[in-house]
């Protein structure tokens, strides 16, 4: 029904003759075409191509789909004899004109896609690199490599492409034939050298062949030349390739030693360089037959303070080489000297205990232990103060723990009598009658008694012990060892004897622990959830609960991520936490808790705090699940689009402080959340830099916030701005009050939601009802309108329904601007906004969120006809009245 008002509305506009743009109710609504859908993911395809099978798929959904091994056509089902795919012109010129013509309702043109590289263009590209560095061609020669260094800038596919093609063998050969020149800033070879190292840092790992031309003496002596060189660019490239150069060849070139302390100390930090550095040091001082020479070189070269600077603010596999470093170079007499004098050794040692990994600790112990000997009282009592004493016990009980949930199970036959339940368990009870063999302790623990009893002062015991770790040490330091992994460490690092996911329920232990779920979901929908990988980023309240139930529930391999700390504050809505918990990070309290309720899920914890730098390590893996539970908004944002581009599945919480109402807590799309605060900032925020509209399901409560941030008082217990007190930036300083029972019921929430996810059960979700949606629509087709005859044109309507409904009931309360303080409306408030229109506040602005007021009709041409200066100076109080709730719509959207 078109009401009256916009009759008028309607044949003014006919007088005028402008045509119509809208029918019957005013509702525009515009479906993507089924042909434009690509059939793997239903979007829309930005780069159509057609199979062999004549069916049209989007170019990065189905090179997906052939990535994961697929090798039949999704639709048709038919097994492919050729993966070509060929371009679409004619669909994609057909979409991006049907986007042309719908772009006033916000749908964007696609842009034209690139022409990926093929492997007959690249093989050809190699083939003409490599004709020309025999003819001496330079100039081609760079062109042809700039060529292949754009390809790859262009896409991962593009690279993947070069790779495969063998590109990285003919470069490195090339590489080595310009390298037999001599290298200069005057010589020509100096470009080609560069752009070709710049290239093969993305094609590593190099094949054998690759890695034995590029250990020659020509190569390494210019890629030497470059690691000491000028130019940071090239430098940080040499030291990548210099991680795929065999030991041999690193021992004998000169000046690798020098370029590699110079890079580690280098002021502007490049975290793979760091790390490639490290790894190179690494290898050197452990397994090279000149180790002595070569560690004896480094510590002359100021190697050790280097390490302790990098170590104060180093991410987990930065931190694990250089103490892995620095445990090798404290073999060395000169190189421990250097450490013992050197103030920050113990204090920044001690302090990566229990903070970084397990390898870190143990490298942390094993250079306690050497530095810390009995000659040096000094340094024990140093070390004392630090609070080495207190982490060792920590460290200890650590070990007993993990090694009581990982060792034997007894059980019970009908006679009562325990039986062996595994290989270990025979191992550690033979048979009856004879002695059992008392097994070695594990060095870590051993190492961490040693410092123990040398700090309490027991000299019997720090004799005895040092000469069974002295005896441990010098058989490890005959194995083999690797940085990357806990297996091959030096510092014996145990690997837990963890049943497979797969057999899981096949353990009658565990098959008894999830009978009840086994009875509810079926067995083979229960070995869903035990085989499948879940991360739960943010592990406060909600996070807690959520993987605590989780773990219930038998997830076969958890992530638990979070930088924070167990506090005293928190343990009013924290799942497992204890006061003896309070200061230790959250991820690693609930990895020692869950390893007591369910020893046999794979556990991981990271103690890092989620962003761009961190993403890979955080969200690789494939996992089947990603909870986020995060209450930062810039990480929040940050992780679901990183979610939505990966294609992960993801279960977004919103806010659960200042509220008190379980029963109005719901699962919904983002789309639909639109009563929640922080859902709202999050939704605006993806659709304003991601261009994400919708699809990620979110928990959140229907209820207003009870309370508001409280605000921050500093030391003096005066109010004081809380962004000069920030640790993290963009992190909330000041405290929102929270009742415990609705996080945790939040994590349970979420708990629930992906187990039957995982196991195939289909819950209908209770829909968010939208009261009075025609009402919206009315009021943004008014706007609409309104803009037309005003101004000409509607372009500059920033907001759609959704936001309408934003600001009609959370600003204006669907009541006039200029009505705002009456009281005791009740569903009158529903009934007048028919009588109510939106328009600008400030004429000269667009039609934003915050630039938008409700009125009445009979108060819109008295608005329209007036300046702001003129109600500024006439009403002062409805003027400011109105500028502090756009204030506060400015604040909501982050605008």
């Known amino acids: 029904m078109v009401l009256s008002w916009t009759k008028g509305r309607v044949f003014r506009r006919a007088r005028k003759g402008k045509e119509l743009n809208f029918v019957g109710d005013l509702k525009l609504e515009t479906v993507t075409p089924t042909h434009f859908r690509c059939p793997v993911t239903l979007d829309m395809m930005k780069d159509p191509v057609t199979l062999s099978t004549g069916i049209t798929y989007d170019r990065d959904s189905i090179e997906k789909w052939f990535e994961e091994g697929n090798n039949t056509c999704p639709v048709t089902k038919r097994v492919l004899t050729t993966f070509d795919m060929i371009p679409n012109h004619a669909l994609r010129k057909v979409i991006q004109d049907w986007c042309v013509e719908h772009r006033s309702l916000g749908i964007e043109r696609i842009p034209t896609p690139r022409i990926p590289a093929t492997p007959y263009e690249v093989e050809n590209t190699c083939t003409r690199i490599m004709s020309c560095a025999q003819h001496g061609d330079v100039n081609k020669c760079l062109e042809l490599v700039r060529k292949i260094k754009a390809w790859g800038k262009e896409s ?30 005057e010589n020509n070879n100096l470009s080609v050298l560069e752009e070709i190292l ?24 210019c890629m030497v030349w470059f690691l000491n060189g000028k130019n940071l660019s090239s430098r940080q490239s040499a030291t990548l390739l210099l991680k795929e150069v065999p030991l041999v060849a690193l021992e004998k070139t000169e000046g690798v030693v020098e370029g590699l302390v110079k890079m580690i100390g280098e002021t502007i930090k490049h975290a793979a360089t760091t790390k490639a550095c490290l790894a190179i040091i690494f290898n050197m001082v452990s397994s090279s037959k000149n180790r002595e020479i070569i560690t004896q070189r480094f510590v002359e070269l100021g190697l050790v303070p280097i390490l302790l600077e990098a170590l104060i603010d180093a991410e987990r596999r930065v931190c694990e080489k250089a103490l892995g470093v620095l445990n090798w170079i404290c073999d060395c007499k000169q190189g421990k000297e250097m450490a013992k004098s050197n103030a920050l ?59 009581d949930t990982t060792k034997y199970k007894l059980k019970s036959d009908r006679t009562g009598q325990p039986q062996i339940r595994s290989e270990a368990a025979a191992a550690a009870y033979p048979q009856r009658g004879r002695k059992r063999k008392i097994k070695k302790m594990d060095k870590t623990k051993i190492l961490a008694l040693v410092g123990g009893s040398a700090l309490l002062g027991s000299v019997s015991t720090y004799f005895l012990l040092t000469r069974i770790l002295q005896r441990d040490l010098r058989q490890c330091s005959k194995s083999g060892t690797n940085l990357n992994g ?37 067995f083979e929908s229960q070995k869903k959830v035990s085989a499948s990988y879940v991360v739960v980023i943010g592990l406060g309240g909600v996070g807690s609960h959520a993987a605590n139930m989780l773990l219930r529930s038998g997830i076969g391999k958890l992530l638990l991520v979070d930088f924070d700390q167990v506090s005293l504050s928190s343990l009013n809505r924290h799942a497992v936490a204890t ?47 990603v909870l986020d539970c995060i209450d930062n908004i810039d990480t929040k944002v940050a992780l679901l689009a990183a979610c939505v581009r990966r294609g992960l599945k993801v279960l977004s919480a919103t806010g659960a402080g200042a509220r008190a109402d379980p029963t109005r807590i719901r699962i919904a799309d983002l ?55 920030q640790i993290v930036p963009g992190f909330r300083v000041r405290i929102i009050p929270v009742l415990g029972t609705i996080p945790a019921i939040f994590g349970q929430v ?94 000269t602005k667009p039609a934003s969120i915050s630039n938008l007021i409700l009125l009445k009709f009979k108060e819109v041409d008295e608005h329209e006809s007036t300046t702001l200066d003129d109600i500024k100076e006439n009403e002062p109080e409805f003027y400011n009245r109105v500028t502090s709730v756009l204030k506060r719509a400015e604040l909501d959207f982050g605008l």
């Open 156 to 185: 991962e596919r593009n690279k993947r492409c070069i790779v495969t093609s063998g590109a990285s063998l003919v470069l490195v050969k090339v590489f080595d034939l310009f390298s037999s020149h001599d290298v200069s800033i």
């Open 750 to 843: 979420m708990a629930s939601y992906v187990v039957t996810q995982l196991a195939g059960l289909q819950v209908q979700t209770e829909p968010i009802v939208n009261f009075d949606m025609d009402h919206y629509h009315t009021l943004h087709q008014r706007l609409i309108e309104h803009e037309e005859l005003l101004f000409g044109t509607s372009t500059e309507v920033q907001v759609d329904v959704e936001e309408v409904m934003y600001i009609v009931k959370e600003l204006w309360h669907g009541r006039s601007a200029r009505e705002q303080l009456v009281k005791d409306v009740g569903r009158g408030m529903w009934r007048s906004v028919n009588e109510l229109m939106l328009v600008r506040w400030d004429c």
């Open 579 to 625: 006061r003896a918990d309070v200061g230790i990070p959250k991820a690693q309290c609930l990895k020692e808790h869950f390893l007591s309720i369910f020893p046999e899920c794979q556990i991981d914890a990271k103690v890092m705090l989620y962003d761009s730098s961190t993403e890979e390590e955080i969200l690789s893996g494939h996992p089947d699940f």
């Open 345 to 403: 050794t113990l204090p920044l040692v001690i302090k990566k205990l229990l903070r970084v990994s397990e390898l870190s600790s143990s490298f942390s112990v094993s250079i306690i232990f050497k530095v810390c000997d009995k000659t040096e009282e000094g340094l024990l009592i140093e070390a004392l103060q630090v609070g080495v004493f207190q982490k060792l016990l920590v460290l200890l009980q650590k070990q007993r723990l993990e090694r």
């Open 671 to 725: 789309r639909e959340s639109t009563n929640d605060p922080l859902s709202r900032s999050v939704r605006h925020r993806l659709r304003k830099d991601y261009g994400i509209e919708g699809g990620i399901p979110v928990v959140f409560s229907l209820e207003k916030p009870k309370a508001k941030l409280l605000p921050f008082k500093g030391p003096s217990g005066e109010e004081e701005n809380p962004s000069d007190y």
């Open 198 to 221: 710049g290239v093969l840092t993305w094609m590593c790992p190099l094949s054998q062949e690759g890695k034995s031309i590029l250990g020659s003496l020509n190569s390494m002596s």
């Open 486 to 522: 806990v297996e091959g460490c030096t510092v014996g690092v145990r690997k837990n004897d963890k049943i497979v996911n797969d057999d899981l329920l096949k353990d009658e232990i565990v098959s008894e622990h999830l009978t009840r779920n086994i009875q509810f979901f079926g």
